[in-house]
């Protein structure tokens, strides 16, 4: 599962991992993770409840970036971006998966960002068994939004034309679900797990949960993806 905590949690880290720990996951990616105290106590708390195999990337000072938490072996743990922005993905080896977590910037960096560095990757990655998943700020102009705000939503169609599964997409095909809402009440779907072709085979359900949303205990639902790994 992903789900972005909001400026790293601040003091609403219990809750935060108490609504991430009903859902039982083998699996967390968080992010706008914060390097700092509260996201120590929530990687503790995970670890705690059995998540016990993690990660964090190494981004610049007080920026915020991606932690991945897990119950499976943590085989290899990786920036494959060079540079400013490669924190904002976090590859580790889960057995024969391999996660991609992001976090992906907004405003003027981000055609940079996909044009110059992810569209690339991810062409490198499609051949694998590979999944990424986090906040890609971005989506489909007038299915993820009802309007055509997204920055890179062309990028964003161009992974899915070339291969990729929107896990979540492919179940709803025409599903009007949003992981973020505007203080105007705008719904924008922007966080994503895109699969490789040779993992989408095994996507058996992809879920949208408000309730770390609604009663604020986040600004974003959460994303949980089933996958058959067996």
């Known amino acids: 599962m992903t789900l972005n905590v909001d400026h790293g949690g601040g003091t609403r880290v219990t809750e935060i991992t108490t609504a991430l720990l009903r859902h039982d996951p083998d699996v967390v990616v968080v992010t706008e993770f914060r390097a700092n105290e509260a996201g120590t106590r929530l990687l503790r708390r995970l670890a705690v409840a059995g998540l016990t195999?993690?990660?964090?990337?190494?981004p610049p000072s007080g920026v915020e970036t991606v932690a991945v938490a897990s119950r499976l072996p943590v085989g290899g743990v990786r920036e494959p971006l060079a540079g400013r922005d490669g924190h904002r993905v976090l590859e580790v080896e889960l057995g024969s998966l391999t996660l991609g977590a992001v976090y992906f910037p907004l405003g003027s960096a981000t055609l940079a960002f996909w044009r110059d560095k992810f569209l690339a990757l991810a062409a490198t990655r499609i051949a694998r068994s590979y999944c990424f998943a986090g906040d890609w700020n971005t989506g489909r102009h007038q299915l993820d939004e009802a309007g055509a705000t997204f920055s890179a939503a062309?990028?964003?169609?161009?992974?899915?034309?070339?291969?990729?599964?929107?896990?979540?997409?492919?179940?709803?095909?025409?599903?009007?679900?949003?992981?973020?809402?505007?203080?105007?009440?705008?719904?924008?779907?922007?966080?994503?797990?895109?699969?490789?072709?040779?993992?989408?085979?095994?996507?058996?359900?992809?879920?949208?949960?408000?309730?770390?949303?609604?009663?604020?205990?986040?600004?974003?639902?959460?994303?949980?993806?089933?996958?058959?790994?067996?």
């Open 53 to 58: 195999y993690q990660a964090t990337s190494h």
């Open 154 to 230: 062309r990028e964003f169609e161009t992974l899915t034309a070339a291969g990729w599964t929107d896990a979540w997409r492919v179940l709803h095909p025409q599903g009007r679900q949003y992981t973020w809402v505007s203080n105007r009440g705008d719904g924008f779907r922007v966080d994503h797990a895109l699969l490789s072709p040779s993992l989408s085979p095994r996507l058996r359900a992809a879920v949208i949960s408000e309730a770390e949303r609604v009663p604020r205990i986040t600004d974003h639902a959460a994303l949980v993806v089933d996958l058959d790994l067996a």
